[in-house]
């Protein structure tokens, strides 16, 4: 599914790279974690994923296709295939939850009565059927972290980016949210999910990365936050 | 393609930035108003240049009794001098169009008939006005191959080309031409600097949109679209405006006030309002692209 080959990345205000020689796999239906301090190179790990930068050495194989050699007009393609989720929810203020998540329909040309069809059940899946009128400052936050999932998930991506989806929540609600990402998952997503919660990591034992100075430092199955076994 | 999605859009981003919306729309009818306007000043001077060109003529004064010109200081002219004169305009031909004598006489009565309000003919006698040759030519740029071979010859006071009379009055109105040209010109650059800021503005309001647009995988068209249809829109409204005005402008001030108060000189015509109108539209369609491409390029890349 994700393929990294010795991928370096400089950004050119800064000396040390972001990313280091890093080489890693991730297979299709895998739940990963990526963990590390903040500028380890987490987000810009996700944002090679993403094609929202391109490396600097190496390649970054998503899908079956190398993105660096894929032309500007293939990139939204790809980007339909992967749903993103982020820590601030970014949700549209002035819609509805069905409005928020048919958004994402609407913009990349699907029919309307697919829109009519598919939206119900994906926020049926979420949780959040009964709540399809609200608008997102009338819910809580892990509500509106399902309507950005709900949004993410709704075209059925094979992979799933979550950066620090918890970031803002409780533990009691970043629980309810772990719940659905797993659930997503089930369902044949492949998740990639940055995170600094440790509880979380160490509750649901899945794969983890961890990255320290643009290097990889841990690749564990079943692993926990720290190094603590 | 979701066209009402797509309408939507843009009637929602044109509301929320309804004022530059409005600025834009001003600004390109005003600008493409005056860019109009100094076509179709060019187009007035060409007409009454075809128009005029046809009618004048070179004068060939000869000497009379109170000539003082040192070509006349041999006395009117003589019979002989004139034949001659007479004959080598005849031989100027296919240059020389026609040649027309005009003998005292008929200019004391032309001279009447110019200035039969006025209290100046009194003052004026029969023999005070010169007799004289009215050469028409085939080109009346050749004007000097005239001058040079009949200027300063006994028995001529003066040649005389209306023509040049007529080019002053053409320079003057090519000069307001050109300079209504270049505030237009200078009008057209801020449009595109207005078109453009616009366009920032609202890629900058819309930055969450367009945000997870790009991240659901819409195409750069389908984010771009809005945008530009705005750009266009605003763009058209102020062409469409702006060719109003010269409609107007040619029913209200060329036939509505000019033409009837100078009736001795023709006027532009529909068709040069019609030439000019497709041009405004092209101009102000074409600024809005230039405007819109280069913005989008700069602030909504993939």
């Known amino acids: 599914m994700i393929l990294f080959d010795r991928v370096t990345k400089l950004y050119a205000s800064q000396q040390r790279p972001a990313l280091d020689e890093l080489s890693l796999e991730i297979e299709k239906g895998e739940f990963v974690f990526l963990v590390g301090p903040s500028g380890s190179g987490k987000s810009t790990f996700l944002r090679l994923i993403l094609r929202e930068e391109l490396p600097t050495r190496g390649s970054v194989w998503v899908a079956g296709k190398d993105l660096g050699k894929l032309s500007n007009w293939k990139i939204p393609t790809l980007r339909r295939q992967i749903g993103t989720v982020f820590q601030d929810f970014r949700l549209l203020p002035n819609k509805t939850v069905a409005e928020n998540v048919a958004f994402a329909l609407e913009v990349i040309g699907k029919p309307k009565s697919h829109i009519k069809k598919v939206v119900p059940e994906v926020l049926e899946v979420v949780g959040l059927e009964g709540k399809e009128q609200r608008r997102p400052d009338e819910l809580s936050g892990g509500e509106q972290q399902r309507v950005a999932i709900a949004r993410a998930f709704v075209n059925r991506p094979m992979l799933l980016i979550a950066d620090e989806p918890t970031g803002n929540l409780d533990p009691a609600t970043s629980v309810g949210i772990m719940k659905l990402l797993d659930r997503i998952n089930r369902l044949g997503t492949t998740v990639v999910m940055s995170t600094h919660d440790s509880a979380i990591v160490d509750q649901m034992r899945r794969r983890v990365i961890e990255l320290e100075g643009g290097l990889l430092v841990r690749d564990q199955s079943r692993g926990v936050y720290g190094y603590a076994r | ?302």
């Open chain 2, 1 to 302: 393609m979701r066209i009402t999605f797509v309408a939507s859009e843009v009637g929602n981003g044109m509301r929320r930035n309804l004022t530059m919306t409005l600025a834009v729309i001003i600004t390109v009818a005003v600008s493409l108003g005056l860019f109009g306007a100094s076509l179709l000043v060019r187009a007035q001077v060409s007409t009454m240049k075809d128009f005029w060109y046809d009618k004048v003529e070179v004068s060939i004064f000869l000497c009379g009794k109170g000539s003082d010109t040192p070509s006349c200081s041999g006395g009117p002219v003589t019979v002989a001098q004139r034949d001659q004169i007479k004959a080598d305009l005849e031989s100027l031909k296919p240059i020389v169009e026609s040649i027309y004598y005009e003998s005292q006489a008929e200019a004391y009565d032309r001279f009447k008939e110019q200035f039969k309000n006025s209290p100046i003919v009194d003052n004026v006698s029969a023999g005070a006005l010169p007799e004289s040759f009215r050469v028409k030519l085939s080109d009346p740029t050749k004007y000097d191959v005239v001058a040079s071979a009949f200027a300063g010859r006994p028995g001529i006071e003066q040649v005389n080309d209306q023509r040049q009379i007529l080019d002053k009055f053409f320079r003057l109105l090519g000069g307001l031409q050109l300079i209504a040209l270049l505030i237009a010109i200078a009008m057209l650059i801020v449009t595109v600097l207005l078109i453009v800021n616009t366009m920032r503005v609202a890629a900058f309001s819309r930055r969450r949109e367009t945000s997870i647009m790009r991240l659901v995988g819409a195409s750069n068209f389908y984010i771009q679209l809005p945008f530009l249809l705005e750009a266009a829109f605003a763009a058209g409204a102020g062409a469409l405006l702006a060719i109003g005005s010269l409609v107007l402008m040619k029913a209200v001030v060329v036939d509505g006030v000019l033409a009837p108060s100078f009736q001795f000189t023709a006027f532009v015509g529909w068709d040069a309002v019609l030439t000019i109108a497709p041009l405004m539209l092209i101009t102000g369609v074409l600024l809005a692209g230039l405007a819109a491409f280069f913005t989008l390029r700069k602030y909504l890349r993939v």
